[in-house]
């Protein structure tokens, strides 16, 4: 077997890598000029100047790139925003998200989700919003409408004719009264 460099260090580079966690992030920043060249700076600062292709860097070095890249474009935000609101939105419809396996168990259902709430990508969770809004609709109009809790009507005082015949003898003498 081949030796490289990487193995060398201790770090091994992962040749099956999926991108989309980069370029997801990537796609979302604003203003660049040149994105082959953007993406290859990004790269050779994150690998200390050992490379500029992402296929080459260690996976610690790879995470590294794509959580100051989610940072940067403010992804992790909008995904703290959204799985707020979807949690917010399953108990009002009335899912228990007291442990993450009832708010997963719900999401796995594929009418839902189909998939661990955790993965779930911004524009699913909006997904999920309007479902599960349009799912408390429906299930608040299939409810029969809840009356008013009676109150019970303020009792006037007995009046004379209404008020026992009985006479309560309250004994006063240890009270202390002179």
């Known amino acids: 077997m081949k030796t490289t460099e990487s193995h060398k260090r201790g770090r091994e580079i992962r040749k099956n890598r999926n991108y989309f966690w980069f370029y997801r992030s990537f796609n979302m920043l604003t203003g660049i000029d040149d994105p082959d060249e953007m993406k290859c700076n990004l790269v050779l600062t994150y690998t200390g100047g050992r490379t500029t292709h992402l296929r080459?860097?260690?996976?610690?070095?790879?995470a590294t790139l794509c959580r100051a890249l989610e940072e940067e474009c403010g992804y992790r935000s909008q995904v703290k925003r959204h799985r707020s609101h979807v949690l917010h939105l399953m108990q009002i419809y009335g899912?228990?998200?007291?442990?993450?396996?009832?708010?997963?168990?719900?999401?796995?259902?594929?009418?839902?989700?189909?998939?661990?709430?955790?993965?779930?990508?911004?524009?699913?969770?909006?997904?999920?919003?309007?479902?599960?809004?349009?799912?408390?609709?429906?299930k608040q109009q299939q409810e029969p409408p809840r009356q008013a809790l009676a109150r019970p009507t303020p009792q006037s005082p007995p009046t004379a004719d209404q008020r026992p015949d009985e006479i309560i003898y309250i004994d006063t003498s240890n009270i202390g009264l002179s």
């Open 95 to 138: 899912v228990d998200t007291t442990t993450w396996d009832n708010v997963d168990r719900f999401c796995l259902d594929r009418r839902i989700a189909g998939k661990h709430f955790r993965y779930l990508t911004v524009k699913e969770l909006q997904a999920l919003s309007r479902k599960l809004m349009a799912m408390t609709h429906k």
């Open 56 to 62: 080459e860097m260690t996976d610690e070095e790879y």
